[in-house]
């Protein structure tokens, strides 16, 4: 028999927890299935999950198929009702090591096909923390889950449940495995990274996280911190940015947009304002902060005058890396509800937003030029600058090590080394 497949769609998250959910499986003996770890982020997202499955199951048709993750949890029912799928399980229990024994053991004739409990009532983080994910490079080790605030578009919450934490003497831990398994830089992830903490005893903040991991791992070259909602930024981690230079000096914003209408209408926390202090402040304190973010066109009730602020916005907080989706309403969520932007506006919307992020990286590009990067080699060709940036190198170099390098030109959407 053959060793399951595994199927990744969405966030670096759910490529995470592929991950252990491999080594469960393993640990299991599952064989001849085909798991697939959806997102819902985005009506789309459900739409090509139900695509894939349908392809999944044509090249695999004697396998058992098996279908788990965000949209397994928001919509079980739409995944049952597929022909092509044997069970569907929830994100609590894809982390579970007795779901996957019990589909070893007998797949159809002792397991539920459908094992989806109410994730809003779980309160502890699974233990699926695993010892290196990613490339030889880079390790991403999750230390939250779940988010405890309601963006009128979004169903993440209903996918991952409520923020849980892991206890930053296990983070430590962890990352001091991974050092000494030879990864040069380790990223920090979660659902909603800068809650962290607010469920632990004395509700530490991100940033005593980052200094306690900086200290109490002195080995390690490289930190950095995945995507974060700047308004909940606290005062140690300003203050590691400041500071620690091994902290990387590249943050991706959950911004949304630029209008403080239409933020009121997401339920965001933020003002375009607050956004723009942010990015001045953190760049005040590490002149080469680059920033990401995530945006959103054509949400409900957004005029050309409102969105006009959003390709504002990108060069106010000089964003360089820009995530850009065009609105689709999700079944259940407030905005689902609200007036909606004709389809075609959003469509060139999301496209003026994508060509002014472009005209920022460009910008960004040329700016290095002749300038010395420290690169981490992704691979022998290839790597990142402490900005994450990609730098195309023509000699071979070490996969995982840090090389330094003067940027010599620009190809594309790459420096040249």
């Known amino acids: 028999m053959s060793a399951p497949i595994f199927s990744t769609m969405g966030c670096r998250l759910n490529a995470y927890e592929t991950e252990?959910?491999?080594e469960l499986a393993e640990?299991?003996?599952?064989?001849?299935?085909v798991v697939v770890n959806t997102c819902a982020v985005t009506a789309e997202a459900v739409r090509k999950a139900r695509q894939d499955i349908r392809k999944l199951r044509k090249a695999h048709p004697d396998a058992r198929l098996i279908v788990t993750g965000c949209a397994a949890q928001t919509e079980p029912e739409t995944f049952n009702a597929m022909p092509e799928v044997d069970a569907v399980i929830g994100n609590t229990e894809k982390m579970q090591g007795a779901t996957w024994q019990g589909m070893a053991a007998d797949f159809i004739g002792e397991t539920e096909?459908?094992?989806?409990?109410?994730?809003?009532?779980?309160?502890e983080t699974a233990g699926h923390l695993i010892d290196g994910f990613g490339t030889r490079s880079r390790a991403y080790v999750q230390v939250q889950n779940g988010c405890d605030h309601r963006c009128t578009f979004c169903i993440i919450p209903y996918g991952r449940g409520n923020s849980r934490s892991v206890p930053a003497g296990v983070v430590v831990d962890q990352i001091k495995r991974l050092v000494d398994k030879g990864f040069n830089e380790v990223v920090l992830t979660g659902v909603d990274l800068t809650?962290?903490?607010?469920?632990?005893p004395a509700t530490p903040k991100l940033g005593d996280l980052v200094m306690r991991i900086l200290r109490l791992v002195p080995d390690l070259p490289r930190l950095r911190i995945s995507s974060i909602d700047s308004i909940e930024v606290d005062e140690n981690l300003m203050q590691a940015i400041a500071t620690e230079p091994r902290l990387m000096p590249h943050l991706h914003l959950s911004l949304q947009h630029g209008d403080d209408m239409i933020l009121k209408r997401m339920k965001r926390r933020h003002l375009r304002d607050d956004a723009i202090r942010f990015a001045q402040e953190a760049r005040a304190l590490r002149p080469d902060m680059t920033f990401g973010a995530d945006i959103i066109a054509g949400f409900p009730t957004e005029t050309e005058a409102m969105f006009e602020n959003s390709m504002k916005l990108v060069e106010e907080c000089d964003l360089t890396w820009l995530h850009v989706f065009p609105y689709s309403a999700r079944p259940g969520t407030p905005a689902a509800r609200m007036p909606a932007v004709n389809g075609a506006a959003i469509k060139t919307r999301a496209a003026r937003l994508r060509a002014a992020g472009e005209r920022q990286v460009q910008r960004h590009l040329e700016a290095q030029v002749g300038r010395t990067h420290d690169v981490l080699m992704e691979n022998p060709h290839m790597g990142r600058t402490a900005q994450f940036t990609e730098v195309s190198f023509a000699a071979s170099q070490v996969e995982g090590e840090i090389v330094r390098t003067e940027i010599t030109g620009t190809s594309g959407t790459q420096l040249t080394a």
């Open 20 to 22: 252990a959910m491999k």
């Open 195 to 200: 809650s962290w903490g607010a469920d632990l």
């Open 27 to 33: 640990q299991a003996g599952l064989e001849n299935a």
């Open 113 to 123: 096909t459908v094992q989806v409990d109410d994730i809003l009532s779980v309160t």
